[in-house]
């Protein structure tokens, strides 16, 4: 979507090695989540944030840190990545919280952990 | 047992057919989501409903509320319908309404 950009795309990265990945987005949206999508599993929320340098855990989010110091970027960070963290990485936005808000969710980026 | 439930898991259909993808959620919602994941894309929202019915082309997407159950059809079913359709529901907690997603129905439609 044209509004919400994520990077990289894809990336593969030794086990022990910090990783950032970055969510864009351009709607100024005030919500931003983190979600990871696995085999088997519904996408699973791991951070999000409902202002600048407001954030909260989601369900799976040990082993992930974020930050957010403008409306339009989020980050996360795997301080160490390990091969559990190799996954396919979300970044959705919302407008407002709960249910009367659609979400947006950016291309995706596919970390594989070796 | 997942709080939302998708069936079938894998869907093959001919170009041309009816197509109806289930999803069932087992307490009280305040909305909910369908979504299409095209094979290495990414997620786009098809429809938000939290009562009766919708529709967008040839897709119709219905919710029971009563019964906690949702269908997404698609007439005259097209090969770039093939995706995966994921149902998206806002549960309600005593926490706050939380999002959880089905595991998705992969749909292949052959020419």
């Known amino acids: 979507d044209a509004g919400i950009t994520q990077s990289p795309r894809h990336k593969v990265t030794e086990t022990g090695t910090p990783v950032t990945l970055r969510c864009h987005q351009t709607?100024?949206?005030?919500?931003m989540y983190w979600y990871r999508q696995d085999p088997g599993h519904g996408l699973r929320l791991i951070h999000y944030s409902y202002g600048v340098k407001d954030t909260d855990k989601g369900e799976v989010s040990d082993g992930y840190s974020v930050s957010r110091s403008k409306t339009e970027d989020f980050l996360l960070t795997l301080e160490s990545a390990t091969s559990s963290q190799t996954s396919v990485y979300f970044c959705a936005i919302t407008a407002g919280w709960g249910s009367n808000y659609g979400y947006t969710f950016g291309s995706g980026t596919r970390l594989t952990v070796v | 047992k997942n709080e939302v439930e998708q069936s079938p898991q894998n869907l093959t259909a001919q170009e041309g057919e009816f197509i109806t993808i289930n999803c069932s959620y087992s307490v009280g919602i305040s909305a909910l989501h369908w979504l299409q994941q095209h094979p290495g894309g990414g997620i786009v929202s098809l429809f938000m409903l939290s009562s009766g019915k919708k529709k967008h082309g040839r897709l119709i997407a219905t919710i029971n509320i009563q019964e906690k159950h949702s269908s997404l059809h698609i007439t005259a079913s097209h090969p770039r319908d093939s995706a995966v359709y994921i149902c998206?529901?806002?549960?309600?907690?005593?926490?706050?309404?939380?999002?959880?997603f089905g595991t998705g129905t992969r749909l292949a439609v052959r020419p």
């Open positions: 998206a529901v806002y549960l309600k907690k005593s926490s706050g309404d939380k999002l959880t």
């Open positions: 709607e100024n949206h005030r919500y």
